[in-house]
Nanobody, 125 residues
Framework: QVHLVESGGGSVQAGGALRLSCAVS????????MAWFRQGPGKEREGVAG????????YYSDSVQGRFTISQDNAKNMVYLQMNSLKTEDSAIYYC??????????????????WGQGTQVTVSS
């Protein structure tokens, strides 16, 4: 069973930066794809960044490309999301998610079987 715990959310002004962390535990075959999703009020859950934990390949949605960076520290079993140049529209609850297999460029929520509890990010103007 995979257990994911996010941290690092908070409030920041537009243009600022935050780094989210996700502590990962569980069988590695269930966490070959790690991703960050977000869900704003009244919006659908949206995938913003993904990483292949074996190959290190990274994937981003168009809305965050060039501003967000997903990374991993395998020794610490951590996945990070560095968020720069934050915009008010980035405000949401951010979730860490894990999936087995390949196809880590998929941001379909149903692809991911394990989810963290979420961490709130609020960007003010």
């Amino acid at each position: 069973q995979v257990h994911l715990v996010e941290s690092g959310g908070g409030s920041v002004q537009a243009g600022g930066a935050l780094r989210l962390s996700c502590a990962v535990s569980g069988p590695t075959y269930l966490t070959t794809c790690m991703a960050w999703f977000r869900q704003g009020p009244g919006k659908e859950r949206e995938g913003v960044a993904g990483i292949s934990t074996h190959a290190g390949s990274t994937y981003y949605s168009d809305s965050v490309q060039g501003r967000f960076t997903i990374s991993q520290d395998n020794a610490k079993n951590m996945v990070y999301l560095q968020m720069n140049s934050l915009k008010t529209e980035d405000s949401a609850i951010y979730y860490c998610a894990a999936a087995p297999g390949y196809g880590c460029n998929s941001f379909v929520p149903g692809r991911y079987g394990s989810w963290g509890q979420g961490t709130q990010v609020t960007v003010s103007s």
